[in-house]
């Protein structure tokens, strides 16, 4: 997936220094060239032959040494990558590059570089939260730089939360969406992917929801996003981290889910794998319902959500190319589906088993069917990132492939 592609690799003074190696070899192993750039607080954790080892390549440190300048300036150092990838990306580094400063030979690589930057964070729970890095990160989002965690966990300083660097396979997976969104099968493909659950609003404090965690949608929108395409991933409330390279608006109700699916624009694919809450309370209450002694229990009254699946489906000059919906059933799956998929005016339907027994919703696994206007396909029980895989594949060879789709009758 990388064969022959240039990576520059900025190590930064953290503890995460460590895991940099791993990351020069699991990119190597795919077929990539590596060069670092390390700081002189880099260099305290992990040595210029180490990495000069691992990359066999020069490693490149000294902003005004003569001899790199006249063999490689700092400014061909920048350009001369497919991509430039910071890890740790530190929180004086993040700062440093929000300000825009160039006062050592990464901050002013990072500067000069007209090439996509990922960003790998690595640091202290606190600085992680601190409202400074947060403006930082804010920041070079809107920049364009890209993000691949922190994840959760225990942390050096004997703290817990989030901070601490992505694993190295990590790294490597989001450096592939990056690089496939130029080379992959989808490239300058638009897709929407829908995920995780919808909450609807009773009061102030209450709603109704579902167990939906996301992973399904996530790894789809992940997926579609390593196969080169762009994706736009409109998600309910998840716990699950935003996949790398994924532009992604937060909602919380229906209604919003809706708005923020006809704001997506001109697509070639939707995937639409949340689970939308059929009902809405009526009319939610505008200050917390109390609960009076001796009274009944409050009469919720429901009115139907928009179905943000069929407003999509319906023809017309918007209609995406390709509209894929998710069926949850617990029983006559594939008769369901196949319903649904008439009803609904999408032209595929993933059957999802989501009886209690199957662990579906929350669960790592899942076990599809899907149904096209061709007939049905039968998926052995997978991962849910390899059923978003096999999902993407399918998207890119339909998408590939002349218009053959059969309408939904
Ligand atoms: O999130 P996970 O824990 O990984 O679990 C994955 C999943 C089980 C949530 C997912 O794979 C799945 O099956 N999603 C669809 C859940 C669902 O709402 O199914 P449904 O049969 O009720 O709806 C059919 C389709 O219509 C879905 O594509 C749904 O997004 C859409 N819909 C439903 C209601 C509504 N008001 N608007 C919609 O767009």
Redesign the pocket.
Known sequence: MLNGKRILLIVAGGIAAFKSLELIRKLRARGASVRCVLTDAGAKFVTPLSLQALTEDKVYSDMFSLTDESEMGHIQLSRDADLVVVAPATANLLARMAAGMADDLAATVLLATDKPVLAAPAMNVRMWTHAATVANVETLKKRGVIFVGPNDGAMACNEFGPGRMSEPEEIAVAIEAVLGASTGPLAGKRALV????TREAIDPVRYIS????????H?IAAALARLGCEVTLVSGP?AVADPPGVKVVRIDS?DE?LAACLAAGKLDVAV???????WKAAKPATAKIKKKAGAPPPALELV????????VSKPGAQRPLLVV?????TENLVANAID?RKR?G?DW??A?D?SPATG????ER?T?HLVTGEGVEEWPTLA?DEVAGRLADRIARQLGAPRTLKAAE
């Not at 579902?210 to 949608?217: D, I, R, W």
């Open positions: 829908t995920s995780g659950p579902n167990h939906s965690s996301g992973k399904q949608g790894a998840v229906a889910m639409f794998a949340a689970a939308v809450a059929d139907p959500n928009p179905d943000v699946l069929a407003t919906g998710f069926a949850a059933e649904k609904k999408c339907m993933v999802n989501v579906t919703f929350g669960g899942n599809v849910k």
